[in-house]
């Protein structure tokens, strides 16, 4: 009977046994993801990562990499360089990120435009503080302003139709220090990670709670000092990157007047349409970051209007009606990736 007994009880006690390794394996896992946060290009990391390594020096080396190449606020970076005229030998970085501006400004009809730094220091979200400039002012910087009026030369040099011309990457670089940093960890072996810098996102794999990433879209409501997190939505961005742009935190007042962050380069005026808000998912976060950008300068159907023509791409537009009530409109693709809806 013992015997008998005894060969009963083995099975349970090997699934037993197997369950407690699974457990403990799952532990450990969890214990290995590593949490990094710091600060760049004006503002601040997360990243989360599957290794037994931190690996936050090498992270931040490559950030800084791009912040020497990208930064109109670094003094000595090759952006800032061009700005004034120095003529600097561009770098692959450098090279990559102007690249990929020119199409998407070409995809875009030059609703992205990284020339357009001067309207927007005018305006007061760069270097200068809000002044509502009167239309002469406007009309003499749009002569300044567009893509088509600068140039990657072959000998790596940024070529200038005027010297008056600046370059900001700030609607793109955030977007590009993800993929960076996407990159090293992959190099690296890791597959499961989440980084985000400034609101933009990259995911690989899963998070440590052993399920896919999911990120939240935050409500457009009127918010400059960023204190509201009440979420629109939640999405399944694993595998994938995520940029949003929206004009419902960053604005001003002045004598009574709301003006958007976002200007529109062919008229050097900040946007007035209804969209509030644009998420775009794309296989690398620079290209999300750029497709953001232009949707909130074309608004909501011309938005659609690029959507239809890139399937590569999905986009959450949130607006505002006729009777001016908010509503939703997304890409077909994305609805297998929309966990939840407030």
Partial sequence: MNKKKLIWQIPFLLLLVIGTVIILKQGQENINYQHDEGFIFGTV???TYHSDTNLKKEIEAELKKVDESLSPFNKTSIISKVNRNENPVVNSMFTEVFLLAEDI???THGAFDITVAPLVNEWGFGFKKGVEPNKKVIDDLRKIVGYQKVKLTSDNHIQKQDPRIM????????GYGCDVVARLLSKKGINDYMIEIGGEIVTKGINQKQQPWRIGVNKPTEDSLNTNQ?????LNVTDIAMATSGNYRNFYYKNGKKYAHTIDPKTGYPVQHSL???TVLAKNCATADAYATSFMVMGLE????ILRQHSELMAYLIYTNDDGKTEVWYSPSLKEKILGDS
């Avoid at 370059?167 to 955030?174: H, V």
């Avoid at 009440?230 to 939640?234: A, C, D």
């Fill in 45 to 47: 990391y997360h990243i």
């Fill in 105 to 107: 400004s070409n995809e």
């Fill in 167 to 174: 370059l900001d990457c700030s609607a793109i670089a955030k």
């Fill in 230 to 234: 009440e979420l629109q939505t939640v």
């Fill in 276 to 278: 509030l808000s644009a």
């Fill in 302 to 305: 011309k938005a659609k209007e």
